[in-house]
Each structure stands twice: as structure tokens, then as C-alpha cells.
């Protein structure tokens, strides 16, 4: 079993819609969360840190829930911008490195 | 944008040929890192440095070597390629690693393509 689980999608949702992603991690000793985006062909950037209280961030919301282990992000009024893979990424507890899920694809479409 | 650069950016080489790869910053952050990006596997740590002449192995390290005699620059050598590293190799640095309460981010060059035939 992998360690961080995504489904990989893709994920086709019309301009404007609202969307959730979910991923799960096996390691219970796991302390820190994010998700990256990355767009076709380009490296990955941060998009957001996930903390046990959820966070927002304008149209993105993130949520952690630790009893389940899962960490999930919300994204409102999806945009034709929005399209690329969201990569679940949590800092493991045992080895202090990032594991990376292998993303989920969005597609925004008009 | 960090100033990572990547070099070669795309590389075609035959099996049983040495390789080079090289990942540069001007951030003067302490850690980079190597890692592999296929398909159906999300990005897998190689190597890791944390400092001058500081390495250690990640995930999936056989096959690979690495060498970091500058801060800035971290190179990662692949003795003699297989078919099986065709794949995009991203540089990443950071400041700070470990531990929840000091992590950083990650930054990430962008990428090699690198293709054995």
C-alpha cells in the first residue's frame, strides 16, 4: 500500500463548479501536510499547508482529519486557470521527508 | 520565482552510458534534493544533502549517486543508464527540514527529461 493515496482522476468539472479532492495516509505518525500544484510539463509549487484546524485560502479550503487520515481540499468557483494536478504531500514522522501522492488532475472546462 | 536552474533540461543517452545531471541555486538554502517523477508514482526522493559533502539516500536511490562540493550546486550521476531511469528528475531546496513546527517549503527546479534508449 502506498503511502499517501490520491485518485488520480482526471477530475472534468464545468467553470464555476465546486470540487473536492481527497487523499489518505497510512502513517499515523505523520506531521505535516500540503498540497502542491503542478501544471502540465512544469515543476511543482506550494499551494497550501494544511493545519488540523483547516485553513482557507480565497477560493481553496483545506481540511485535515487526523482520526481517518485524510486530508482534503475544497476548491470554489472553479476557474479555466484552476486546470492541473494536485499533489497530496505529507512530511513523514518516521524519515522527515516528504512523501508526494501522485496527484489528481482537474480539469476545468468552459 | 527561486533560482533553481536545471541542466541539461532534456537528455537522450543509450544503455550502459554515465550521465550527469546538474541542479543549481542562488538561494543559499542548506538541503536540495533529487527526485524521480513517473507516471502512476508521483515524485520519489533519491538523494538528499544536507549540507557540503552531506548526502543521504532517499526512497529509491540504487542506481544513483550524488555529490555536492558547493552550496549551490548538487549534482546527481547515473553510473551507467538503465531504460527503467527514463524519467523527469526535479532539483528541490529548502531551508529548513523536519519537523512540523519548522518545516519550509520545498522549491523546485524545472526538471530534466531524460530519456534511455
Known amino acids: 500500500r502506498k503511502e499517501v493515496e490520491q485518485d488520480p482522476g482526471p477530475f472534468n468539472v464545468p467553470e464555476g463548479a465546486t470540487v473536492a479532492f481527497n487523499c489518505t495516509y497510512s502513517?499515523?505518525?505523520?506531521?505535516?501536510f500540503f498540497w502542491y500544484r503542478q501544471d502540465c510539463r512544469k515543476e511543482p509549487k506550494l499551494l497550501m499547508s494544511?493545519?488540523?484546524s483547516g485553513n482557507e485560502d480565497g477560493r481553496f479550503t483545506a481540511q485535515l482529519n487526523r482520526a481517518s487520515q485524510y486530508i482534503s481540499l475544497l476548491i470554489r468557483d472553479s476557474k479555466l486557470s484552476d486546470s492541473a494536478t494536485y499533489l497530496c504531500?505529507?512530511?513523514?514522522?518516521?524519515?522527515?521527508?516528504?512523501?508526494f501522492g501522485q496527484g489528481t488532475t482537474l480539469q476545468v472546462k468552459p | 520565482d527561486a533560482g533553481i536552474t536545471q541542466s541539461p533540461r532534456h537528455k537522450v543517452t543509450e544503455t550502459g552510458t554515465p550521465v550527469t545531471l546538474r541542479c543549481h541555486q542562488t538561494?543559499?538554502?542548506?538541503?536540495m534534493y533529487w527526485y524521480r517523477q513517473d507516471p502512476g508514482h508521483g515524485l520519489r526522493l533519491i538523494h538528499y544533502?544536507?549540507?557540503?559533502?552531506?548526502?543521504d539516500k532517499g526512497e529509491v536511490s540504487d542506481g544513483y549517486s550524488v555529490s555536492r562540493s558547493k552550496t549551490e550546486d548538487f549534482l546527481l550521476t547515473l553510473e551507467s543508464a538503465t531504460s527503467s531511469q527514463t524519467s523527469v528528475y526535479f532539483c528541490?531546496?529548502?531551508?529548513?527540514?523536519?519537523?512540523?513546527?519548522?518545516?519550509?517549503?520545498?522549491?523546485f527546479g524545472p526538471g530534466t527529461r531524460l530519456t534511455v534508449l
Open positions: 528541490a531546496i529548502s531551508d529548513l527540514s523536519g519537523g512540523s513546527s519548522s518545516y519550509n517549503e520545498q522549491f
Open positions: 502513517n499515523s505518525a505523520s506531521q505535516s
Open positions: 494544511v493545519y488540523s
Open positions: 504531500v505529507v512530511l513523514s514522522g518516521n524519515t522527515g521527508k516528504l512523501i
Open positions: 538561494e543559499n538554502h542548506r538541503y
Open positions: 544533502s544536507y549540507g557540503v559533502k552531506d548526502t
